[in-house]
T-cell receptor, first 113, second 112 residues
Framework: DGGITQSPKYLFRKEGQNVTLSCEQN?????MYWYRQDPGQGLRLIYY???????QKGDIAEGYSVSREKKESFPLTVTSAQKNPTAFYLC????????????FGPGTRLTVT | SQELEQSPQSLIVQEGKNLTINCTSS?????LYWYKQKYGEGLIFLMM?????EEKSHEKITAKLDEKKQQSSLHITASQPSHAGIYLC????????????FGAGTQVVVTP
């Protein structure tokens, strides 16, 4: 079955530690995205990538980093510089630029204490 | 500032009643997308609208795009418990081509 997988579903970390969230897609999509969702605020774009080895900052990139070494993978690292990292993180992909629907993964809930 | 404004923020509807959610953009719309989300899960695609005046339906859900007003509405007829969840609109706009911007979402509760 084609789709997007995110792992793990729940992640717990101590403050000051970096943590990497996994996102894999087997849809052969060029574009991939990372969003953060907080209660009452909808989805906010962290980073996006239109093609392998290229990515751009979204609206709230500070404290996050990404890589796009393979078409199917777009991992997100939440660094210790992110002041409020506890949130629900969603990965998405899209065939390319243009009017296509985005496909979403199941999400990872990160809790930092 | 929020490019996409959704209203209402939340609503409670009795089973069998109709409901409408609105999504208004402050920028020119090139594509408008409706998604549904269960709490703590990913987003499920419902419909995509591109042309002014376009209307699409799937089962009991109908979405319309009023290009002149930069607004879209999502209408559910005879709501059922399965319609409960968070509905989000997303859009490709002139300033955000290639990266979907989303509204804050509308929480829908369906009571018996």
């Amino acid at each position: 079955d084609g789709g997007i997988t995110q792992s793990p579903k729940y992640l717990f970390r101590k403050e000051g530690q970096n943590v990497t969230l996994s996102c894999e897609q087997n849809l052969n999509h060029d574009a991939m995205y990372w969003y953060r969702q907080d209660p009452g605020q909808g989805l906010r774009l962290i980073y996006y990538s239109q093609i392998v080895n290229d990515f751009q900052k979204g609206d709230i990139a500070e404290g996050y980093s990404v890589s796009r070494e393979k078409k199917e993978s777009f991992p997100l690292t939440v660094t210790s510089a992110q002041k409020n990292p506890t949130a629900f993180y969603l990965c998405a992909s899209r065939p390319g630029l243009g009017s296509y629907e985005q496909y979403f993964g199941p999400g990872t809930r990160l809790t930092v204490t | 500032s929020q490019e996409l404004e959704q209203s209402p923020q939340s609503l409670i509807v009795q089973e069998g009643k109709n409901l409408t959610i609105n999504c208004t953009s402050s920028k020119t719309l090139y594509g408008l997308y409706w998604y549904k989300q269960k709490y703590g899960e990913g987003l499920i695609f419902l419909m995509m609208l591109q042309k002014g005046g376009e209307e699409k339906s799937h089962e009991k859900i109908t979405a319309k795009l009023d290009e002149k007003k930069q607004q879209s509405s999502l209408h559910i007829t005879a709501s059922q418990p399965s319609h409960a969840g968070i509905y989000l609109c997303g859009a490709d706009t002139a300033d955000s081509w290639g990266k979907l911007q989303f509204g804050a979402g509308t929480q829908v509760v369906v009571t018996p």
